[in-house]
């Protein structure tokens, strides 16, 4: 059980270092990568000379995987882990870019 707690405690204090605000993407980046990641992958999938080796559904593999990841807008069960301090963070605003309060205001 001390494993366990100590393992816990760990992803806690990297979740928290991860997520500032400030750390976010800006948009323009962003649209940059989502853009690069479709370019990619269409310039690879639409080459019928192409001879698809290991690197190659390797090279797909991973760019599939970071669209996923990155532009997944639903990110289930993320509600449930929520700890009390990151609910007092999105209630004080912490979570909200002050540039884009002006679209939703």
Known sequence: M????????????????RRPQAMLLEKKDAMAMHNFLLQEMASMCSDVRL??????????????????????ARKG???ARLTIREWDDAVAGAWVDPRLM????
């Open 2 to 17: 001390l494993f366990y707690s100590a393992q816990v405690h760990v992803m806690a204090r990297r979740n928290a270092l």
């Open 77 to 79: 069960g993320e509600p």
């Open 102 to 105: 002006i679209y939703f205001l």
């Open 51 to 72: 001879r698809w080796e290991c690197h190659d559904f390797v090279r797909l593999r991973n760019l599939t995987v970071c669209r996923l990841t990155m532009f997944n």
